[in-house]
């Protein structure tokens, strides 16, 4: 028996990944579907979100959601991410918004060849060093670079707003060991996580396969993120910490957001995907909804759905 009720947008009716909210925090609240919204309750009332527009759910403590919001959401392709008290951590994902695998080839094949992976991964340098040339540099070469980069945007955010800043002191699961700004970098970062992963997985690309993160089940997650953590997440980090908060994780997230709808984070982030791993497909490359045979090594595609009984010998 199918569920009773709206049914969910078709894929066509679905906003792209570049034209989405970025991310919904929400927490002590039930989470319920109504038709093709999620609703959040609290004891002050009801707020409806369209899930067809969200990108990404962060789900703090307290949150309760029922079986026909998720799936609402995975129908959506909107990410979902559980949020605990020590930090942001991402547990699930909707279907991919694109109908076609190519940037999914195109990943898979760059990763596989040391000389294609090395050339992805000087272009993700070169984002950051923009009008230099990298690309004579070795990979230790370039993440000497990125770290005396990092280092610099560091200090001057620590000058621009007071905040004492030592050096970077991340353990995974000793969230309030460390000290304010590094706990608001933790909680900036992994929101920035969320809204990234929630870019990969929409284009349909594999958070795995990273090209100077790897081993990681979001190696490329990492990789991408990493792109605009000196634009996004770090002055967040020192906003927040600077301005005496008393709910750190909560106001840092904020200030994510609206960093992230400042520099239209989605939409630069998907182009900037698409650029790294397949900058010659066309624009409207997602929608393409071909399904092709392989036809052997050197010889192409085939069309599916024929029979080729005349051809077996």
């Known amino acids: 028996m199918g569920l009773v009720g ?3 947008p078709t894929r066509t009716e679905l906003a792209r990944v570049g034209d989405r909210l970025s991310f919904v925090y929400l927490e002590r609240c039930s989470i319920h579907r109504d038709a093709n919204a999620v609703t959040a309750t609290t004891d002050r009332g009801t707020a409806h979100i369209p899930a067809a527009t969200l990108g990404c759910l962060l789900l703090g403590p307290g949150t309760k959601i029922t079986n026909a919001a998720m799936t609402l959401l995975g129908d959506c392709g909107a990410s979902v991410v559980w949020c605990g008290e020590n930090g942001v951590r991402f547990y699930a994902h909707g279907s991919s918004l694109a109908r076609s695998s190519r940037l999914l080839e195109a990943q898979a094949h760059l990763v596989s060849n040391n000389r294609a992976r090395l050339d992805v991964a000087r272009k993700m340098y070169a984002y950051r060093f923009p009008g230099e040339d990298v690309s004579g540099l070795t990979m230790q070469q370039l993440r000497g670079r990125e770290g005396a980069r990092v280092r610099k945007v560091y200090r001057e955010h620590s000058e621009r707003t007071g ?9 995974p699961g000793a969230f309030d060991q460390s000290d304010a700004i590094n ?3 933790t909680a900036a970062n992994a929101a920035l996580y969320g809204v990234v992963h929630s870019v990969v997985v929409a284009l ?3 958070p795995g396969l990273g090209f100077v993160h790897t081993g990681h089940d979001r190696s490329f997650v990492f990789d991408v993120a ?3 953590k000196a634009e996004i997440t770090i002055p967040a980090a020192f906003d927040a910490v600077a301005a005496g908060s ?3 994780a909560s106001d840092v997230r904020r200030h994510v957001r609206d960093a992230v709808v400042k ?3 989605l939409e630069r982030c998907a182009r900037d995907i698409t650029n790294l791993l397949a900058p010659d497909l066309a624009t409207e490359w997602e929608q393409i909804d071909e399904l092709s045979l392989w036809a052997g090594p050197g010889k192409g595609e085939v069309g599916a759905g024929l029979n080729y009984e005349d051809q077996y010998s």
Request: proline share 7%.
């Open 226 to 228: 990493d792109l605009y």
């Open 6 to 8: 709206t049914p969910p």
């Open 204 to 206: 349909g690309c594999t």
């Open 163 to 171: 905040v004492i800043w030592g050096k970077r002191n991340y353990a």
């Open 246 to 248: 008393e709910n750190l």
């Open 263 to 265: 520099n239209r984070l």
């Open 183 to 185: 706990q608001a970098l």
